[in-house]
């Protein structure tokens, strides 16, 4: 019974192992997200995107972005970032918006790194609820009811006001051990026509609009 007792608390221990590294760059996504601030990626390693789609000079629409992307599923992937012989990645996804742009920060298991486990996700899912716990408790976030498939957890929450950009934030948890399927992320929604800004890879304005519109 002990030797069992002790396997399960060196199996608890390791699974948590996984939560600082994610927490830490999660918080950069909140921070750059919520504060409209560009991404810290001090301490980080920049990883070229997975080669999915074909890189383009110019997007599929008539804005002309200032820097080479890589066009995915319509989605734009400028910059990953993650920290040598981790277990986590991040992605800042700037789709192109009326004011600018809007951004996606998420954090994915790295490319190199092993599938979580179902003591590594429900580590990570506990440390969420506690984040969204103290979000929630300082009154500037709200719970949010997600939908999620069968085998899957979807937990998040909503910025209480839409940030400086004038965006609706949500945040959230996916995870589906089954499949080895984990992504959090912090999101400026789409639906209000009016949000957006400068980038958040360079503090700049990142799509330069033709005169004429």
Do not use: H
């Not at 996984?18 to 990883?47: H, I, K, N, Q």
């Not at 319509?74 to 996804?93: C, N, Q, S, T």
């Not at 026509?193 to 958040?200: D, W, Y």
């Amino acid at each position: 019974m002990t030797s069992v007792l002790l396997t399960l608390l060196l199996a608890n221990a390791a699974a948590a192992d996984v939560v600082p590294g994610w927490r830490d760059l999660y918080e950069r996504c909140e921070t750059a997200v919520v504060a409209d601030m560009p991404f810290d990626a001090t301490g980080l390693a920049s990883r070229p995107p997975p080669v999915v789609g074909e890189v383009v000079e110019q997007a599929p629409f008539r804005d002309r972005i200032d820097y080479r992307t890589l066009a995915t599923s319509g989605r734009i992937v400028p910059a990953i970032w993650g920290v040598e012989g981790g277990r986590f990645e991040v992605e800042l996804l700037e789709y192109p918006a009326r004011n600018g742009t809007r951004a996606i920060c998420e954090v994915v298991v790295a490319r190199d790194a092993s599938a979580l486990d179902d003591a590594e996700a429900e580590a990570l899912l506990v440390a969420f609820d506690d984040l969204v716990g103290d979000r929630l408790a300082d009154g500037d976030w709200r719970d949010l009811d997600l939908d999620a498939g069968v085998g899957t957890t979807r937990t998040g929450m909503q910025l209480a006001a839409p940030n400086s950009r004038g965006c609706i934030v949500t945040a959230s948890m996916t995870v589906d051990p089954a499949d080895g399927y984990f992504r959090s992320s912090v999101a400026e929604a789409a639906g209000d026509p009016g949000c957006g800004g400068q980038s958040l890879l360079t503090g700049r304005r990142a799509l330069q609009r033709k005169a004429t519109e």
